[in-house]
């Protein structure tokens, strides 16, 4: 006991808490893991299976507050990089690879930063003011579809894919969810106690109200060419190549969608309801700390939602442009049987070696242990590219997310670059626009697309 005391006694604090760890994770956890896999095992697949849509809903709900986050983070080093190089600045590039982290720490400082609230203001509606903002735009996820489902072969069934829940109704849930953004907004500015808070409340409020009717309207059209509100339904109908996009079928509803959501969203040139210029920061103004945090990173995650919206409904969704031949590689690994378990256990160490040894032998002055971390990390990079190929290939859903996640991306861009290129509008430029404009426009698409239907039926049936 002596020599593990002194020992023990040596050991730095790092050393002390890794110990431990690595007891647990080495030892107890394998355990663990046995016993429950041979004592609550069965018992617990016996209730997943018996509740499915349970778990189903609590899985994509996990998935997608996982996202958001990152989501946010993604689009904030978009937004510093892509404006600084439009500047001809060089913008963030120092914390992690080319500044990508620097979004990271943003969202760290937010957290470490005092959460005040003011004097006077009502504490409870203005600490859930931002909680309401934020789930609102999170709850949106659930009915847009990230990639497709299986199709049995046998039976020719495809099952819901890669979407939280396949609404038959998922359009009017996602006005509806998304109509309730507005609610936080005028808690968080009602409940400030502070007039440029109030200001900024009221015009978004006033913003939403007026841009909420065009928006809808511009998606009945759509409606009435799909005859479903499942937006699920609304992306398998477009698979097939870039000739069955919505888009060109409704060219002028997909123009007063962009429009109508950018103002939903609070971007630019929208972006009245927090114009520092003139109002501080609008329904903002009071809020610090993870407060502030919260509808900070609502604004980011409505950017993905309004360009994965843009995507599903009139870009075809997870359909690539244009339809790549079947390709199959015919893979059987579990044939290999114990040779796969020996091929994982000795060919790691094999190909780190070999992609090391260049490394080594091209610098008389570096390491071997340099060259050896070198060489583990181009091993990891060539494996998982070449383990995502075959993904790509031979599962479905994985090409279908890469394709949604590009064209989402894409329109991301669009947003960023639009806010580091136009002015912001004024308050009643926003209001007329959408009340002399993009009101009649989405009525008069509404009226042709429905006219359209009719002539084309009964031309067909004639």
């Known amino acids: 006991m002596t020599a593990l005391n002194r020992a023990w006694s040596n050991m730095t604090v790092l050393g002390r808490i890794l110990l431990p760890l690595m007891f647990i994770v080495l030892v107890v956890g394998p355990i663990l893991t046995i016993l429950l896999a041979v004592f609550v095992g069965p018992w617990l697949l016996d209730l997943l299976s ?64 005092e959460d005040f609230t003011p004097t006077n203001a009502d504490r409870i509606v203005f600490t859930w003011a931002p909680v309401i903002v934020f789930l609102t735009a999170v709850m949106t996820f659930l009915v847009i579809p990230f990639g497709p489902g299986f199709i049995n072969p046998e039976t020719g069934e495809r099952t819901a894919g890669l979407v939280g829940q396949d609404l038959n109704i998922g359009l009017l849930y996602l006005f509806a969810v998304g109509g309730m953004t507005v609610v936080g907004l005028l808690m968080a500015g009602w409940s400030s106690f502070n007039k440029y808070s109030l200001l900024g ?3 978004s409020a006033a913003q939403v109200v007026s841009y909420e009717i065009p928006l809808t309207l511009s998606v009945v059209g759509l409606i009435l060419l799909a005859g479903t509100m499942s937006v699920n339904q609304l992306a398998i109908n477009q698979e097939g190549g870039f000739w069955n996009w919505y888009v060109f079928r409704q060219p002028l509803g997909a123009l007063i969608f962009f429009i109508a959501a950018t103002a939903e969203a609070n971007r630019t040139p929208f972006d009245l309801t927090e114009a520092d210029s003139e109002i501080v920061a609008g329904f903002a103004t009071e809020y610090s700390g993870m407060r502030f945090g919260f509808l900070f990173f609502a604004e980011y995650v409505n950017v993905f939602i309004i360009s994965a919206l843009m995507v599903t409904l009139f870009f075809g969704s997870w359909s690539a442009p244009v339809p790549f031949p079947e390709i199959t590689l015919g893979l059987d690994l579990g044939s290999l049987g114990v040779v796969l378990l020996l091929l994982i256990a000795i060919l790691p160490p094999i190909l780190t070696l070999l992609f090391a040894l260049p490394f080594w032998l091209t610098s008389n002055n570096r390491p071997a242990w340099q060259a050896l971390v070198l060489g583990f990390i181009v091993f990891n990079v060539v494996a998982m590219g070449l383990l995502f190929g075959i993904a790509y290939i031979e599962v479905g859903w994985v090409a279908g997310l890469v394709w949604f996640m590009v064209k989402s991306f894409l329109f991301v861009f669009v947003f960023v670059w639009m806010r580091g290129t136009l002015p912001r509008v004024r308050i009643d430029q926003l209001m007329g626009f959408a009340w002399k404009w993009l009101l009649p426009a989405s009525l008069l698409n509404l009226f042709i697309t429905a006219a359209a239907i009719v002539v084309v039926k009964q031309l067909t049936s004639g």
């Open 50 to 113: 018996a509740n499915l849509d349970i778990v189903r809903f609590v899985a994509a709900v996990t998935g997608i507050l996982l996202f958001s986050i990152p989501a946010a983070f993604i689009i904030i080093y978009m937004e510093m990089k892509v404006i600084a190089l439009m500047n001809l600045r060089i913008g963030p590039d120092r914390v992690g690879p080319a500044g990508s982290l620097l979004s990271v720490v943003h969202g760290l400082k937010v957290l470490m930063k």
């Open 201 to 203: 409340g009221l015009r």
